[in-house]
């Protein structure tokens, strides 16, 4: 049973901030990563940043890194995307997931739009 929820999307302008969340129900939060993916229109599905539920270590896509910062609330649950500067190009869906090695992500949110404009 798994169900990760993701919320916070919408329309913003770009170089202004938003932040997403994603509630995570899971098997087992022992070694669990989870992280954010994004898919813009007609493009693939591409990583964006991955936190370690335990150990905190995160990891960032180059076109995100010193610009997205990648949380989580452990009481809670949830693992928040907090996106600043933003820019045109990253404009998508973008999709919480979860899953217990890296590169294997077996649980996915239904996503939720981010719309950058000028």
């Known amino acids: 049973q798994a169900q990760l929820v993701e919320s916070g999307g919408g329309l913003v302008q770009a170089g202004h901030s938003l932040r997403l969340s994603c509630a995570a129900s899971v098997r087992s939060y022992s070694n669990l990563r989870m992280a954010w993916f994004r898919q813009a229109p007609g493009k693939e599905r591409e990583f964006v940043a991955r936190i370690k539920w335990v150990s905190g270590d995160t990891a960032y896509a180059d076109s995100v890194k010193g610009r997205f910062i990648i949380a989580k609330d452990n009481g809670q649950n949830m693992v928040f995307l907090q996106m600043n500067s933003l820019k045109l190009e990253d404009t998508a869906v973008y999709y919480c997931?979860?899953?217990?090695?890296?590169?294997?992500?077996?649980?996915w949110g239904q996503g939720t739009q981010v719309t950058v404009s000028s």
């Open positions: 997931a979860a899953g217990y090695f890296d590169n294997d992500y077996e649980y």
